[in-house]
Nanobody
């Protein structure tokens, strides 16, 4: 069973910084990607991709709205994913989720292949 638990959220003023952590446990040996998503408050707001790591080649990808401000990293020894967030803006206010996407070739034991943590709230005031 795969478990993800986020931490590090909080309330900051615009321009401030936060570092989110995601502790990962369970069998993650099979090929997967790991990433951060977020969902802003309000009716109709959808969850959106923020940053991710393709573990096949360790390349990182960022949404345009966080490029240059956020940095994703991973500590393999601690099985922990991080998101360093600098120059925060009020529009970054959201629930932030850690997510693992396993390849469909991994087999039934990894079903449903996509796993999220419960999230950590980030609130940025102007």
């Amino acid at each position: 069973q795969i478990h993800l638990v986020e931490s590090g959220g909080g309330s900051v003023q615009a321009g401030g910084s936060l570092t989110l952590s995601c502790a990962v446990s369970g069998d993650t040996k099979c090929r997967h990607d790991i990433m951060w998503d977020r969902q802003a408050p309000g009716k109709g707001k959808e969850r959106e991709f923020v940053a991710g790591i393709d573990l096949s080649d360790n390349t990182t990808t960022y949404a345009d709205f966080v490029k240059g401000r956020f940095t994703i990293s991973q500590d393999h020894a601690k099985n922990t994913l991080y998101l360093q967030m600098n120059s925060l803006k009020p529009e970054d206010t959201a629930m932030y989720y850690c997510k693992i996407e396993f390849s469909s070739t991994c087999g039934a034991q990894y079903d449903p292949f996509n796993y999220w943590g419960p999230g950590t709230q980030v609130t940025v005031s102007s």
